[in-house]
């Protein structure tokens, strides 16, 4: 499976951006898919997930301010960000995993919000 972003910016606080992935190659096995965030000097987290099913699970930072999609058939899961704060300045990842659960990780793309 390969993920391919795409959407990162800089925006100011407040601000809106939107994140895509794309799969390619396998899809069909693919269960879960994910963002993931880093933040310089910090651990990559979880930000939103969403199951094959579409069961959407959000880390507790983002609620009510992100909202993770997917479309099966398009093989893409997308990230809305409203509300930008600093804090949410970051390198964002999709991820997938598989029926057998070998995850897959996209380059990644920056999310810059400036104060």
């Known amino acids: 499976v390969q993920l391919v972003e795409s959407g990162g910016d800089v925006v100011q606080a407040g601000g809106s951006l939107r994140l895509s992935c794309v799969a390619s190659r396998d899809t069909a096995n693919i269960e879960n898919m994910a963002w993931y965030r880093q933040a310089p000097g910090k651990q990559r987290e979880l930000v939103a997930a969403?199951?094959?099913?579409?069961?959407?699970n959000y880390a507790d930072s983002v609620k009510g301010r992100f909202t993770i999609s997917r479309d099966n058939a398009e093989n893409t899961v997308d990230l809305q960000m409203n509300s930008l704060k600093p804090e949410d300045t970051a390198i964002y990842y999709c991820?997938?995993?598989?029926?057998?659960?070998?995850?897959?990780w996209g380059q990644g793309t920056q999310v810059t919000v400036s104060s």
């Open positions: 969403v199951t094959r099913g579409g069961s959407p």
């Open positions: 991820n997938a995993d598989d029926y057998w659960r070998v995850n897959y």
